[in-house]
């Protein structure tokens, strides 16, 4: 059998005329110059740097004019506004009533004290007070019965008095008529005098009685009024022993162990009033003496950002961090925590039309005193002056103009080069 070939399937191609050679030459010359027209300038900038950077390892910010807010970040954590603590009044073994974390109402006894001494110094003064009363109520009887006594000799003295007045005046009659001698009349005379005399003096006694009864009776009514109020200490001590919550919220902290014996003054536990929360921040000591009470601040939870203001400043500095307390001045966050870690932002100043760019670690770079201002690829280091700092932006008193663009990261891997080429 015979195999077909395939001659049938071949195609006459015509053939075409070739190129001019000069063509070939004009095509190199210009892609040499096209390739200098790219190239020269960046060979240009890279021979103007002292240092070449990849690009991608910088961060660029560009200066503007907007309003300018100054403020701290500060730390803080929820505290109760009212969390007081329970000392024991006096020494004896304690008796804890309820469990830490326990909810209680205002007036409840948490806990009890069992202090003899005491109780037995309270029931030696209240000895003293039956003591002292019986003795201030015996003395008001005898002073009523020395007043009935002196009455009594007074009223003896009138009658007296009495008698020997009409006794003198028969006597004048009788000496008128000479029915009696001189001696006689000048007796009932004598007698008016003496009379006189007695009724005088028993009333002037009866004064002075009078006096150093209601006397007497004063230093007693003191003296019992002191031991009723040092019975009444005593009674307020022992009543202290137990031990009541000063407010509604729940049992924090026991300091001491059920059934132990503690001393005077020693913390027995804490209540946490539950219905107000404030938040304690710590604000490093640079920044001390920009506080001041009223200072808005803003709290985050959870996302959100609550209003606040500063309500108390330390007045001591401890471990280079002063304290401080805010308290929400709308409505609070719910389900907040006792000691529960949130940010704070202090607003300590606010301007209008500041020049200023984005805080950056080239701050620390260059302590504030210049900048790496990019053109063209290039980042130039330029001298600068910086203002006040907050948060997130610095502001530029000198050496940049609004629209300037700057590198904000750190500089150290400039390694102080004055021309950096960006690649």
Known sequence: MKIADTSAQDE?????????RWLLPLTAVTGIGLLLWLVLPAVQSWSASDISVPLSRVRIDTVKTSDFTRDISAQGQVVAAVSPKLYAPAEGTVTLLLDAGTEVK??????????????????????????LQTSYDR???????????????????????????REKRRAEQGYALKAISQIDYEKARDDLETAKVQHRHAVEDAVLNKENLEFELQSLAQALQRQQLLVGDYQRQVDSLNVRSPVDGLLGNLAVENKTYIIKNQLILSVVDLSQFEVEIAVPESYANDLSIGLPVEVTVESQVYAGKLVTISPEVFENQVKGRVRFTKDAPTALRQNQRLASRILLEQRPAVLQVARGQFLD???GRFAYLVRDGLAVKTPIETGARSINAVEILSGLKSGDQIITSGTDIFQGASTVQLN
Not at 13 to 18: A, D, K, P, V
Not at 115 to 127: D, G, I, T
Not at 140 to 162: E, S
Request: aromatic content about 2%; hydrophobic content about 35%.
């Open 12 to 20: 006459v191609l015509r053939l075409t005329h070739s190129k001019p």
């Open 106 to 131: 205002k007036g409840q006894i948490l806990a009890t004290l069992d202090s003899p001494e005491l109780n037995n110094k309270l029931q030696q003064e209240q000895a003293t007070l039956f003591s």
């Open 365 to 367: 770079s260059s302590n």
């Open 139 to 165: 003395q008001k009887i005898l002073a009523k019965k020395q007043q009935l006594t002196d009455q009594k000799a007074v009223d003896i003295a009138q009658v007296t008095l009495t008698t020997a007045d």
